[in-house]
């Protein structure tokens, strides 16, 4: 498994439920990250919750700062955001764990990417970037919930370098209970991105946080 020392992962959205409870998982596990957000100062108040392997910047200056960065912003501010740090990002692995979900009377249901999915939006907006997606189907319920001391689940990672894969299969080793499992091509990431919707229709029938487990691996 790749080697974490001294790595530091920003988290571009990290006051959010997602983001904030990798960054805390992450955190807890010694490596170091930068919260980031619109608002330095929300940023910032979000690390001090983290504690002391946690800072807060904005979202420019976490994909600056950062070895590695976790986009889990809000669909529709996904393309615009990666645009506007396209150069803070380059030669960076990029972790894209966005779901573009609708909701309607009837329920969750997956919303169309022109680009097939938001990981290869990503991968279009920032093609000098080592674009990874990863990490669409973990509970933030139970990444904030430290009672849980390890979390029952699998996360599977896409992409086209095997170096960068490696690097997020290792990242989500790092928070107990969960194991990173290759997952295909980035080509692939819209099924991966939809199923999200299953999995929270899943949830509100059966009042869970569920989750993946692949088998036989």
Same mark, same amino acid.
């Given at each position: 498994?790749?080697?974490?020392?001294?790595?530091?992962?920003?988290?571009?959205?990290?006051?959010?439920?997602?983001?904030?409870?990798?960054?805390?998982?992450?955190?807890?596990?010694?490596?170091?990250?930068?919260?980031?957000?619109?608002?330095?100062?929300?940023?910032?108040?979000?690390?001090?919750?983290?504690?002391?392997? %946690? @800072?807060?910047?904005?979202?420019?200056?976490?994909?600056?700062?950062?070895?590695?960065?976790? *986009?889990?912003?809000?669909?529709?501010?996904?393309?615009?955001?990666?645009?506007?740090?396209?150069?803070?990002?380059?030669? #960076?692995?990029?972790?894209?764990?966005?779901?573009?979900?609708? !909701?309607?009377?009837?329920?969750? !249901?997956?919303?169309?990417?022109?680009?097939?999915?938001?990981?290869?939006?990503?991968? #279009?907006?920032?093609?000098?970037?080592?674009?990874? %997606?990863? !990490?669409?189907?973990?509970?933030?319920?139970?990444?904030?919930?430290?009672?849980?001391?390890?979390?029952? @689940?699998?996360?599977?990672?896409?992409?086209?370098?095997?170096?960068?894969?490696?690097? *997020?299969?290792?990242?989500?080793?790092?928070?107990?209970?969960?194991?990173?499992?290759?997952?295909?091509?980035?080509?692939?990431?819209?099924?991966?991105?939809?199923?999200?919707?299953?999995?929270?229709?899943?949830?509100?029938?059966? #009042?869970?946080?569920?989750?993946?487990?692949?088998?036989? *691996?």
């Amino acid at each position: 498994m790749t080697d974490l020392t001294g790595l530091t992962v920003g988290v571009l959205g990290g006051t959010g439920p997602q983001g904030k409870g990798l960054a805390l998982r992450w955190a807890k596990a010694g490596i170091k990250v930068i919260i980031g957000s619109r608002s330095a100062e929300r940023a910032k108040a979000a690390a001090t919750d983290l504690g002391g392997n %946690a @800072t807060g910047m904005d979202n420019q200056g976490a994909a600056t700062n950062a070895d590695v960065v976790l *986009v889990a912003v809000p669909c529709e501010g996904h393309g615009d955001l990666l645009t506007s740090l396209r150069d803070q990002l380059t030669g #960076k692995v990029v972790i894209d764990c966005v779901n573009p979900l609708g !909701f309607d009377k009837q329920g969750p !249901f997956a919303l169309p990417v022109v680009e097939g999915s938001a990981a290869q939006q990503a991968e #279009k907006l920032l093609p000098e970037s080592r674009v990874t %997606a990863a !990490f669409h189907h973990v509970s933030a319920v139970h990444l904030t919930d430290l009672s849980i001391t390890e979390l029952d @689940t699998d996360v599977l990672v896409l992409g086209d370098d095997r170096e960068a894969t490696d690097l *997020v299969r290792a990242l989500a080793h790092a928070v107990p209970g969960i194991r990173g499992v290759y997952g295909g091509r980035l080509r692939n990431a819209q099924q991966v991105e939809a199923l999200t919707a299953n999995l929270i229709a899943i949830n509100r029938r059966y #009042k869970a946080h569920s989750g993946l487990r692949i088998t036989n *691996v």
